[in-house]
């Protein structure tokens, strides 16, 4: 089975297969191709990724991956990992381009310094995942409730 993050993140389709996922890509690229207004529309494959670009600046970006089906009845009595975030250099690249940076070997090299460790503190995470339990305990308690 496969599925298609847009950003880093899953969105909640599945394909059976890899050229299946490719296809529903290439759906939405041509959505966004008649709706949006601009001077040149793109899609770049860098690295089994799928970066679309509007008049040059990163827009979204999708990537297929694969998954086992049955991974959560597996998995359930387990702390195993259930997100994951992946970046890449052309991330950076994109990022740089965006300012107008010019994309060098050193403001590359830069860039992974600098970006390395940002994501490392998951405290302000944490309290958004703890923020999101209490609002499910609300819903159940006004359900309870009606």
């Known amino acids: 089975m496969y599925k298609i993050i847009k950003n880093n993140t899953f969105t909640m389709a599945s394909y059976e297969s890899k050229k299946e996922a490719y296809n529903a890509i290439l759906s939405i690229f041509f959505e966004i191709t008649k709706?949006?207004?601009?001077?040149?529309?793109?899609?770049?494959?860098?690295?089994?990724?799928?970066?679309?670009?509007?008049?040059?600046?990163l827009f979204a970006f999708y990537q297929?991956?694969?998954?086992?089906?049955?991974?959560?009845?597996?998995?359930?009595?387990?702390?195993?990992?259930?997100?994951?975030?992946?970046w890449y250099d052309s991330d950076l690249k994109n990022a740089l381009l965006y300012h107008e940076v010019p994309v060098t070997e050193n403001t590359m090299r830069l860039m992974r310094e600098k970006c390395k460790h940002i994501f490392d503190d998951k405290s302000v995470r944490n309290e958004m995942l703890e923020d999101m339990a209490f609002e499910i305990k609300e819903a159940i308690q006004k359900a309870q409730e009606d």
């Open 35 to 57: 709706n949006a207004i601009a001077n040149s529309i793109e899609m770049i494959n860098a690295k089994d990724r799928f970066d679309f670009l509007i008049d040059g600046k």
């Open 64 to 86: 297929i991956i694969e998954f086992d089906a049955n991974a959560d009845e597996n998995d359930k009595n387990s702390d195993s990992c259930w997100y994951e975030e992946r």
